[in-house]
Each structure stands twice: as C-alpha cells, then as structure tokens.
C-alpha cells in the first residue's frame, strides 16, 4: 500500500492578487485550505520592500509546520522560488537555468530538494521559466531535465509555472515526457490557472515521474494571485 500525498504548485505574485491588492494573509489562506504535504512556490518575495519585507516562503513554513528551501531568481537577491514539505529536507539546492544565447531576458532558476517520505526519497523541483516563447523554455526544461537525469531513481516531482501551454510543451521538449506525466492530462482533465478571475489557458503544471499513481487534479478558485493554484491527489507506489 502507498502513501498518499497532496502536492500543490501555486504562483504567488508575491501576494499580489488579480484585483491588485497586496494581501498575503489571503495567499496563506489559499495554501492553508489545501494543506498540501509538499508545496512549490513562484514569485516569493524575501525581504522585499515592495512586500512590507516579509520572508514570505518562511511565513508559509511556520503556518503549515513545513520545512523549506529558497533559491533567488532572476539576479534578484529578494525574489525567486521556494519549495516546502511536511517532511525532513535531506538536501536543498538551486540552479540558474540557461537561455539561449542571442535572447535578452533575464536568468530563470531553479530550487530543488530531496525530502524523506516515509523513509524514502523524493525529488523535488520548483521552477518559474521565461517568457521568451518555446524556443527559451526548451532550453530551460532541457537543463532541468538533465538535472533530474542524476536522480532518476527515486521519485520525482517537477511544477511551477512554466509560461507555455501543453501543445507546445508537448511538441517543443517531447524528450521530456519520456520520464514524466502532467498529473491532470494523465486524467483526461483540463485545467485553467491563468488569470485567476477569468482562468482561460493552463500554464502552471505539476509532473511526476512513474513512481506515482495520479489520483486527483485540481485548481483552487483563489484571487489572492493573478494565477489559480494547482493541486494534485497522488500515492507513492
């Protein structure tokens, strides 16, 4: 018999909602009402003034008793991705992830940790890539999926927000889908997560590698953010 997990990936927009008030309080409600046992997180500010300097990925540990990991983005030293668990953080790293050459755009990153479920080891990667189009997020998701190729053993699970719709992850970065599954096409089911008041195309995703039965997926009506967070049912096989 499996363990059964709730894994939410919600873009934050560091509490900035679709009606352009900035409230935290209602991005922890949002999370809260979830209760996931792993949680990936985008547009996190950390001691940020334009967030009143909140460390906003430790706000959200604190209140769901999480442990967590932060990795700046974007060449930023108060912003990037977080990525939190109800279970112990065993290891925690970042990465910056390349562009091609001749794009002008910023540096997108991403945070990674290994935690201990039930005394096995799970990958996983939150990322925000760029808005460049497929050709930027090809080469984004490429080095994340050589990154994950050195952990292929253990389960795995990427999401965030990665600025393209299924059609063109599909046929721009197929290599990828060799070792992963979107927990909501895997169901059949299509999901909208942007913008939050009129959710039209889905560009937030959570993906799991074979170790996992897909049970349930989902979005959370939320004005909190301009995006509507993602959550996914699974069991470890």
């Not at 190729?149 to 699970?157: C, Q």
């Given at each position: 018999?499996?363990?059964?997990?709730?894994?939410?990936?919600?873009?934050?927009?560091?509490?900035?909602?679709?009606?352009?008030?900035?409230?935290?309080?209602?991005?922890?409600?949002?999370?809260?009402?979830?209760?996931?046992?792993?949680?990936?997180?985008?547009?996190?500010?950390?001691?940020?003034?334009?967030?009143?300097?909140?460390?906003?990925?430790?706000?959200?540990?604190?209140?769901?008793?999480?442990?967590?990991?932060?990795?700046?983005?974007?060449?930023?030293?108060?912003?990037?991705?977080?990525?939190?668990?109800?279970?112990?953080?065993?290891?925690?790293?970042?990465?910056?992830?390349?562009?091609?050459?001749?794009?002008?755009?910023?540096?997108?990153?991403?945070?990674?940790?290994?935690?201990?479920?039930?005394?096995?080891?799970?990958?996983?990667?939150?990322?925000?890539?760029?808005?460049?189009?497929?050709?930027?997020?090809?080469?984004?998701?490429?080095?994340?999926?050589?990154?994950?190729?050195?952990?292929?053993?253990?389960?795995?699970?990427?999401?965030?927000?990665?600025?393209?719709?299924?059609?063109?992850?599909?046929?721009?970065?197929?290599?990828?889908?060799?070792?992963?599954?979107?927990?909501?096409?895997?169901?059949?089911?299509?999901?909208?997560?942007?913008?939050?008041?009129?959710?039209?195309?889905?560009?937030?995703?959570?993906f799991v590698n074979h170790y996992f039965d897909i049970i349930d997926a989902f979005t959370v009506d939320s004005y909190a953010s301009d995006h509507l967070p993602v959550v996914s049912r699974l069991v470890l096989k």
């Amino acid at each position: 018999m499996g363990t059964s997990l709730t894994v939410m990936t919600y873009n934050i927009r560091h509490g900035l909602g679709i009606d352009d008030v900035l409230d935290f309080s209602r991005v922890l409600e949002t999370i809260r009402g979830v209760d996931p046992d792993i949680l990936i997180l985008n547009e996190v500010d950390q001691e940020n003034p334009r967030s009143a300097g909140l460390r906003q990925a430790e706000i959200v540990a604190e209140e769901l008793n999480m442990s967590y990991f932060f990795s700046l983005a974007e060449g930023k030293s108060n912003y990037g991705n977080a990525v939190l668990s109800k279970f112990p953080i065993k290891a925690e790293f970042g990465f910056v992830l390349p562009r091609p050459e001749w794009m002008l755009a910023v540096d997108r990153g991403c945070a990674a940790i290994v935690t201990e479920v039930n005394g096995r080891d799970i990958l996983v990667m939150g990322t925000h890539l760029g808005l460049g189009g497929i050709m930027e997020v090809q080469t984004e998701l490429r080095k994340i999926l050589e990154v994950y190729l050195e952990y292929e053993e253990i389960p795995a699970i990427i999401a965030g927000d990665l600025n393209a719709e299924w059609y063109d992850l599909q046929y721009g970065v197929p290599e990828f889908f060799d070792h992963f599954r979107s927990v909501n096409h895997e169901l059949d089911k299509s999901l909208h997560t942007i913008p939050a008041d009129r959710p039209g195309k889905q560009i937030d995703y959570i993906f799991v590698n074979h170790y996992f039965d897909i049970i349930d997926a989902f979005t959370v009506d939320s004005y909190a953010s301009d995006h509507l967070p993602v959550v996914s049912r699974l069991v470890l096989k």
